[in-house]
């Protein structure tokens, strides 16, 4: 099976509800291979500009949104009493580790579906291709730099030890 159906097929079943937010690589695909030879190499760059913006806005800002759940997740556990039952407050964290490991899908189908389209590119102009012509905006590409590993440990870090105080 194809990287572009197996990326269609992944998005529909693991996030449906954010196939819209995910990489059009089946259009990029096509595009890249309709576009003049002459002027292929600019034309791709700004259909994957617009590529990337859109997923790095979508991850920044559900990234944010999930730092400020945990925020409150951890607020609640520390107003918890010794003796309370905090069953609810882990239903909680498992809700909300699953909503990280989630985003943490979109991220590496995303990128895979970006190092693949790079390589396509490579394949038909022969260049080496650099995020060079990203530079120019000054919006830092959140999507690229994954720093949701720290978040998902703080979570499991979190669970763990409401988990040992109730036992």
């Known amino acids: ?3 572009g159906k197996r ?15 995910c990489m059009s690589y089946k259009n990029l695909k096509k595009q890249l291979n309709l576009m003049d030879p002459e002027s292929r190499d600019e034309g791709f ?3 994957l500009k617009n590529e990337l ?10 990234e ?8 409150e997740l951890k607020s609640e556990v520390a107003d918890l009493d010794s003796g309370e039952d905090a069953t609810r407050v882990i239903v909680d964290l498992l809700q909300f580790h ?9 991220h590496e189908l995303n990128f895979d579906g970006f190092l693949k389209i790079i390589k396509k590119h490579r394949k ?21 730099a994954n720093s949701l590993d720290k978040l998902l440990s703080e979570c499991v870090e979190t669970l763990r030890q409401l988990v040992h105080a109730q036992s």
């Open 124 to 144: 038909k102009t022969g260049e080496l291709f650099s995020l060079s012509f990203m530079q120019r905006d000054n919006k830092k590409l959140v999507f690229i």
């Open 98 to 106: 699953n909503k990280l490991v989630l985003l943490l899908h979109y």
């Open 1 to 3: 099976m194809k990287f």
């Open 53 to 62: 913006v859109k997923m790095n806005d979508f991850f920044s800002k559900k």
């Open 45 to 47: 760059k700004r259909l």
């Open 7 to 21: 990326f269609r097929i992944k998005i529909s079943i693991i996030m449906p509800e954010w196939e819209h937010e």
């Open 64 to 71: 944010e949104e999930y730092k400020n759940i945990f925020q």
